[in-house]
């Protein structure tokens, strides 16, 4: 089956670094998307990997390594508005996306 | 337009009746998507759609449920004798290219679907 894991939530101060893990299992493999949802919004794209590495984007890196299916995104200079669910998808063989269930991040000052 | 657009926003409806969810992706989109995302959840894919081809639905429930996008634009989604278990956010997306390849999806804001 396919599959994807990431903790449910996650707490972290403001001014701090916090590191959100992904881990996958699908049918193929064709790049790792991360979308930033707030609540009661629509979920925007925050970064895609297909190779192994970092790709750091500003405040936000996201890390792939397809061998161990797994996935990290790295949140830098935590800012209150980082308060969100963070979602994790797969393109699968398909190029469809097989979502996470999304990690909540709490931000506290 | 700016970004994709859904309507209406929300919907309340008796159970057994039937609705119709709007979306109308951004201008030049090829591909179009439905999912249905309940809270605390990651989004549910339902089907999509190449132009005017509806490419994969193996995601609808049931086949009380179906779409069309009959000019390659604008989208509905249609739930027929609707029932409580149907409720939910009902999440449309577009994104550029024909969906051949992974590319960044954009979301609408969504139709909250609550049925008595």
């Known amino acids: 089956g396919q599959n994807i894991d990431q903790p449910t939530e996650m707490t972290a101060t403001e001014g701090a670094i916090v590191q959100i893990n992904c881990t996958y299992q699908t049918s193929g493999f064709n790049g790792l998307f991360w979308y930033q949802q707030h609540a009661g919004e629509a979920p925007t794209f925050l970064s895609y990997n297909v190779l192994d590495g970092l790709e750091e984007k500003g405040r936000f890196s996201s890390f792939l390594s397809r061998s161990k299916g797994y996935s990290y995104l790295l949140l830098k200079e935590l800012q209150m508005k980082d308060s969100a669910s963070y979602l994790c998808a797969v393109a699968d063989s398909n190029y469809q996306l097989i979502w996470g269930a999304g990690t909540k991040l709490i931000i506290k000052p | 337009g700016a970004g994709v657009s859904q309507s209406p926003r929300y919907k309340v409806t008796k159970r057994g009746q039937d609705v119709a969810l709007r979306c109308d992706p951004i201008s030049g989109h090829v591909s179009l998507y439905w999912y249905r995302q309940a809270l605390g959840q990651g989004p549910e894919f339902l089907t999509y759609?190449?132009?005017?081809?509806?490419?994969?639905k193996s995601g609808l429930p049931n086949d009380r449920f179906s779409a069309e996008r009959p000019e390659g634009s604008i989208s509905t989604l249609t739930i027929q004798r609707t029932e409580q278990r149907d409720s939910a956010m009902y999440r449309c997306?577009?994104?550029?290219?024909?969906?051949?390849?992974?590319?960044?999806?954009?979301f609408g804001p969504g139709t909250r679907l609550l049925v008595l």
């Open positions: 997306a577009s994104s550029r290219g024909v969906a051949g390849g992974p590319e960044t999806q954009y």
């Open positions: 759609f190449n132009y005017e081809a509806q490419q994969d």
